[in-house]
């Protein structure tokens, strides 16, 4: 059974760093494509960081881009975004997609998603 769980949310002022984990198990890695989604709601899921290519690759939005951090540890199946500068903006819910592929324009298929941990930013 493939399980996927975040860990890393909560609450933090307008300037402060978060880091969030996903442990995902209960699956064959194939370990070339895997980051992080985030949603608020009334708006669509969108790719916050994403290791894509086998690890060689990198995608942030461009509203993080300079300030988050995406890594992967993978004798620990971990991932990891260390999230800096942080805003309010920033407030959402992450979700780790664990096994994902690369569409092009079309964005990204996920294999797996965690339940999500919540991120909120307080001016």
């Known amino acids: 059974q493939v399980h996927v769980v975040e860990s890393g949310g909560g609450s933090v002022q307008a300037g402060g760093s978060l880091r969030l984990s996903c442990v995902a198990s209960?699956?064959?890695?194939?370990?070339?494509?895997t980051g992080w989604f985030r949603q608020v709601p009334g708006k669509e899921r969108e790719a916050v960081a994403i290791?894509?290519?086998?690890?060689?690759?990198?995608h942030y939005h461009d509203s993080v881009e300079g300030r988050f951090t995406v890594s992967q540890d993978n004798a620990k199946n971990t991932l990891y975004l260390q999230m800096n500068s942080l805003k309010p903006e920033d407030t959402a819910t992450y979700y780790c997609?664990?096994?994902?592929?690369?569409?092009?324009?079309?964005?990204?298929?996920?294999?797996?998603w965690g339940q999500g941990t919540q991120v909120t930013v307080s001016s």
């Open positions: 997609a664990a096994e994902c592929t690369n569409l092009g324009a079309s964005g990204w298929y996920v294999d797996y």
């Open positions: 290791i894509y290519g086998g690890g060689r690759y990198t």
């Open positions: 209960g699956y064959t890695h194939r370990r070339q494509c």
